[in-house]
């Protein structure tokens, strides 16, 4: 989709956006025309393994941001910058534009709406993002929930719609702020863990599947529990073997 008609939704139309790190899921996601698909670098947690997405590299962002452009070729793809690729304006540029070069058409940053406005300035479609920054976060808890950090949190949201973000994240902030921040800017904001009055909402994949069962935030409504259809099959698939019913005559060649 693009950018002019996803950020036309504003006030009309929700904006529907997932993660996705893999081919698979990317052609699902585009099949069924999710708006915005994120390559997060939720991706270190939910995927690799990692304890937190401060583990996650450009080249993990690269190989996964290529899969899910294989699978998702029309899509509006978001690529995360992962922790330390952005510190510096000149290294974000560079960082950014290899995250597009290998598939993505925007980058998000956590914050920093100055290294936002660098790469907006040299033609980078850039993605805010504001409210819980996992990245640097100490810990993960709902923020602003005092006025001075609420403050903190609106001042950043301007700053990012200053600096050329075409959108911005909202993460893990009371509904009511988000609904503020929402009102006053022109940009649409996706929430997560932001309650109902976002432009738009995100979910990592995985979560909202009931593929990821090491952390389970508050915000995180499961849709299907992939994880128990997953240990069910593979059950049956254990039994079969043992019992040596699997493979019989229409699974072997003669
Ligand atoms: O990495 C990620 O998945 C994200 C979303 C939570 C917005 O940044």
Redesign the pocket.
């Known amino acids: 989709m693009p950018l002019a008609k996803l950020q036309s939704m504003k006030g009309f139309q929700p904006i529907v956006c997932l ?1 996705a790190y893999d081919y698979n899921i990317a052609k699902l996601l585009e099949e069924e025309q999710v708006d915005i698909i ?1 390559v ?3 991706l270190g947690m939910v995927v690799l393994g990692y304890g937190s ?1 401060k583990e996650v590299t450009m080249e993990d962002m690269l190989r996964h941001t290529g899969a899910v452009r294989r699978g998702a070729l029309t899509s509006f793809i978001v690529a ?1 910058m992962p922790f330390g690729s952005d510190e510096t304006p000149e290294k974000a540029l560079e960082n950014a534009g290899k995250l597009i070069d290998g598939g993505a058409d925007a980058v ?1 940053l956590e914050g920093k709406p100055g290294i936002a406005e660098h790469l907006a300035r040299h033609g980078m479609q850039v993605m805010g ?1 504001t409210g819980l920054l ?1 990245q640097t976060a100490p810990e993960f808890r709902v923020q602003g929930k005092d006025k001075a950090g609420a403050d903190l949190i609106l001042k950043e949201a301007k700053d990012l719609e200053k600096a050329g973000c075409f959108a911005v ?1 909202l ?1 893990s902030i009371p509904a009511d702020l988000a609904e503020k921040i929402t009102s006053m800017l022109k940009i649409p904001t996706i929430g ?1 863990g932001a309650g109902p009055y976002c432009d738009g909402q ?1 979910l ?1 994949i995985n979560d909202m599947l009931g593929m990821f069962e090491d952390f389970r935030p508050k915000f995180a409504k499961r849709y299907a529990q992939v994880n128990e259809l997953v240990k069910k099959a593979v059950k049956s698939y254990i039994k079969e073997v043992k019992q040596k019913r699997f493979p019989g005559e229409e699974y072997s060649f003669s």
């Open positions: 993660t994120l997060g670098d939720s997405t995360d998000k993002h996992p994240v993460e997560i995100i990592v």
